[in-house]
């Protein structure tokens, strides 16, 4: 059964109940427990089972994937396991406005003005206004192309070559146990000293996916790819040509602001701040405190480049400050010159 294990363990993509069954909880004990001392048993201090750190290490255990990955006449044993971990999203539900009852959602029929169960309910495409082929499981299972369990490298390509936004969900890749390790770690420096990628075709969940195989550090990472027929060209968007546009003294500043700016990726710096603004909100709100809407500055047009850019330049908060010879944090402006905000 799709999103189930072996071991009952939830599916690395299904998320642990708030309410774990006692079975459940003993289960995750013994397999993710700390270790108890002789004579004791394993058991877990809080119901919730640790909530995402469980649930982390419950996918992590579980291998989306079993299969192997193939170049020429050698093949290596592998699992595959998600490389994105569901956060904690906030989830809304429509509520009647006059009484804050949640709104219902009913299968109706338009023909005959009645809800039908799920039992009566098929899939059909519409072929022509108000015609419908009906297409069962059995039809469905006809148009799948059959899992091979083998991703098949056919290109190797440089990364370079390969657009932004081909690139769709990551998946990590680990040796299928200890034989495939070599061929696992020759694969993956191969790769990373060449500057190639893998290019091949992969079946998840019964579809056929079109991938790329990237070394990333220790790992190795299955990224699946758009098609070509799924992307939109730029051709018809309204663009300046490359290299015109601009006198010499603008990219000269540019560049210098570019440098002033660079740093290493650091991705833990980069925060989702709405989602937090928005959970502080609603407890606030809970509490029945009054909000107040910051005023929103809107963006004014350069009409000076040079001078912006200038500007920018002499701006403090705009340059990194330097120690120990490597860029740090962007300095904080002043609080005597920090603008205050109205709000409504």
Known sequence: MPGASARGVPAADTAVPRRAPAALRRRAAATFGDVAAPGRRRCVRDPVIDGTALARRMAMARAIWKGAVSFGLV???????????????????????????????????????VEVPWKDIVKGYEVEKGRFVVLT????????????????????????????TYFEHPYFL????????????????ALAETGRVGIGKIVLRRREHLAALVPSGAALLLTTLRFADELRGAKDLDLPAAGTGWSRKEMDLARSLVDAL??????????DEYEAMLRDLIERKARGEKLVTPRIEKPRPVRDLVQALRAS????????????????????????????????
Request: charged content about 40%; overall charge positive; glycine content about 6%.
């Open 75 to 113: 093949t290596i044993p592998v699992a595959l396991h998600s490389a994105v971990e569901r956060r904690g999203e906030l989830h809304f539900r429509l509520l009647h406005a006059k009484d804050s009852s949640p709104i219902d959602y009913k299968r109706v029929c338009e023909e005959e003005g």
């Open 137 to 164: 499981d059995a039809d469905f299972d006809k148009a799948r192309v059959p899992a091979t369990q083998t991703f098949e490298i056919r290109d190797f390509v440089k990364r370079e070559e390969i657009e932004p």
């Open 174 to 189: 680990a040796p299928g146990g200890r034989a495939a390790e070599k061929a696992y770690a020759l694969l993956r420096d």
């Open 262 to 271: 660079e740093s290493r990726w650091a991705p833990d710096r980069y925060q």
């Open 313 to 344: 330049l002499e701006e403090p908060r705009h340059l990194r400050s330097i120690e120990g010879g490597r860029r740090g944090a962007p300095a904080r402006r002043p609080a005597r010159h920090r603008r205050r905000r109205r709000v409504a």
